[in-house]
């Protein structure tokens, strides 16, 4: 048995394998399928100050290999979150992590300030690409990038701060920087690519939103390529994921840089991908002799040099 | 709710464009009518697919499916033998209350199959009258089950097989000559659901409808498949339905 537990900005996490935001809700439905606090974190489903009723249906899609979706951070608002779910979700026993977005610079300071103390982590949705106006605003520019890191920290003072970055950007080196330059406490990267599919019998696409997000297997070779190059940017620790399905893609992005990963979409694919995962990294580990997963982060060694 | 390795036994054409799939699990399921399974089909595909559950027998649960595009076209090409991870029972499915004795199937398409699953649940305790429309002849199916309830009747759009009308105006004809029901129940295209529900209201009849929206994870994480409530707020059709109040849900 490897010892599968990492920390992340002083907040230990009992092995590297997270919830993407979206895919786990508050973990209430995963929880009747198997104890989630078994599994490192959860990254909440994004929060917004006020409830939004997100975008209309279809929300999601399919091409081969990947899904698109575009639900809009439909929410119960964050005080509901911290009425209803977070102690519930805290005693699982997993790390909480909460996601969040904001239209305007204020939005991101006060959810930080609402959450500060609150939750284990907080992760900065800068990169949502389908809501109109703010999220995705912030996460192109590494001037905003920066800009609502720091507004962001400023109201997060005592929890460590996670910046979610957008793959949908001219260098994600340079806004990995930019997010550690804001005093941004971790990365994690990638958030989805934005995608149309369409049905070709209504001439129209797929999704209501016309574009969504893609994620799933396909985007793996992509998001691993950029978590290495955003993990020789930057100092800070990153946090990995794109397409996770088994335990080797997890520990590709662990070798590539990251410290723990995400997995999103596999959950659609079989809702016990996770605790395979964790398992899978176990015995991986102990096949090649590994004592600690840590050993594995940034050991990548590229060919010709 | 738990995700079963399920053995298929039976993947057969039952109608024109129209499957049905049967599986052998290794233990007793107990599903209520109208509740669903998420099947993973394989391939590229990374979404399962959410079908109603048409029959259900301790250790057999069949469903029903139209050929729609590559994943239920991968369902098809599956062999007798051949395993599948088929998540369920999910959704809230059909209830009739102990004070409801006349039960009316209303159904257009593959809105039939959950509907036969009803049948199946309440066929020996209450009266029921079937009104099912098809596209054509062709497409008729399940009449063997349809024929076990109280009263049958079957349409189609093209008059090729029973009268060419469709369900809910063959529902609308019975309950002009005094055929009204304590409850109405169905499932079918969201057109059809909508012109029942403006004669269920006008006729101060209740009624639930069985809801189809494109689904992620299928049991409530994702907030994909959602659908409009009249009090403004949204509800998950999968976890929160896919049955729902008529009378509640926006059409």
């Known amino acids: 048995m490897a010892n599968l537990a990492v920390h992340i900005c002083g907040v230990e996490l009992k092995n590297p394998v997270i919830a993407a935001s979206g895919t786990f809700g508050f973990g209430r439905e995963f929880n009747e399928l198997y104890d989630i606090g078994a599994i490192g974190g959860v990254s909440t489903k994004g929060l917004t100050l006020e409830p939004r009723l997100g975008n209309p249906v279809p929300r999601i899609a399919e091409s081969r290999g990947v899904i698109l979706n575009a639900v809009g951070l439909q929410n119960p608002g964050v005080e509901y979150f911290i009425q209803n779910d977070l102690e519930w979700l805290k005693a699982t026993g997993t790390r909480v992590i909460a996601n969040v977005a904001g239209k305007t610079l204020d939005d991101y300071q006060s959810i930080c300030q609402r959450l500060d103390g609150k939750v284990d982590m907080i992760e900065l949705n800068i990169s949502c690409p389908n809501v109109k106006s703010g999220g995705m605003a912030f996460g192109i520019k590494p001037e905003t990038v920066e800009e609502v890191t720091r507004v962001a920290k400023s109201g997060a003072k005592n929890t460590p701060l996670i910046v979610k970055l957008s793959p949908n950007v001219e260098s994600i080196a340079t806004n990995a920087k930019a997010a550690e330059n804001g005093g941004a406490d971790c990365v994690s990267l990638i958030n989805t690519l934005t995608g149309m599919a369409i049905d070709i019998e209504r001439r129209r696409p797929i999704i209501a939103n016309n574009t969504g997000g893609v994620s799933g297997a396909g985007v793996k070779p992509i998001a691993v390529r950029m978590v290495y190059e955003a993990a020789q940017a930057v100092k800070i620790p990153v946090i990995g994921m794109g397409g996770i399905t088994c335990a080797e893609d997890a520990i590709e992005f662990l070798m590539a840089g990251a410290v723990a990963v995400q997995v999103g979409t596999a959950n659609f694919t079989d809702p016990y991908a996770m605790p395979k995962i964790i398992k899978g990294l176990n015995e991986w580990c102990d096949r090649h002799s590994i004592q600690n997963v840590t050993e594995l982060t940034g050991t990548l060694q590229l060919n010709g040099k | ?150 009263k049958f009747v079957a349409v189609t759009d093209d008059g090729s097989y029973g009268e060419k009308m469709n369900a809910v105006q063959a529902f609308a004809a019975d309950l002009a000559k005094g055929n009204r029901p304590d409850v109405v129940l169905a499932c079918g295209p969201t057109p059809m659901l909508r012109a029942l529900k403006a004669v269920t209201e006008k006729e101060n009849l209740s009624c639930y409808v069985s809801l189809e929206e494109r689904m992620g994870c299928g049991f409530g994480a994702c907030v994909v498949c959602v659908c409009d409530l009249t009090s403004g707020k949204k509800a998950r059709v999968c976890k929160d339905g896919p049955v729902f109040n008529a009378s509640e849900v926006v059409l």
């Open chain 2, 1 to 150: 709710m738990k995700d079963y390795i399920a053995t298929i036994v039976k993947n057969e054409k039952i109608a024109e464009n129209i499957y049905a799939v049967t599986f052998a699990l290794d233990e007793d399921v107990t599903i209520r009518a109208g509740q669903f399974g998420n099947i993973a089909v394989g391939g590229t595909h990374l979404l399962r697919r959410p079908i109603a559950i048409c029959k259900a027998d301790k250790r057999q649960v069949t469903f029903c499916y139209q050929l729609k595009g590559e994943g239920t076209r991968l369902l098809k090409e599956k062999k007798i033998g051949e395993t599948c991870n088929v998540l369920m029972p999910l959704g809230n499915g059909f209830y009739v209350e102990d004070t409801e004795k006349k039960v009316a199937l209303v159904g257009g398409g593959v809105g039939v199959f959950p509907l036969i699953s009803v049948l199946r649940a309440y066929g020996e305790t209450k009266e029921i009258s079937a009104y099912i429309g098809y596209r054509n002849q062709g497409a008729v199916c399940g009449v063997e089950d349809f024929q076990k309830a109280n």
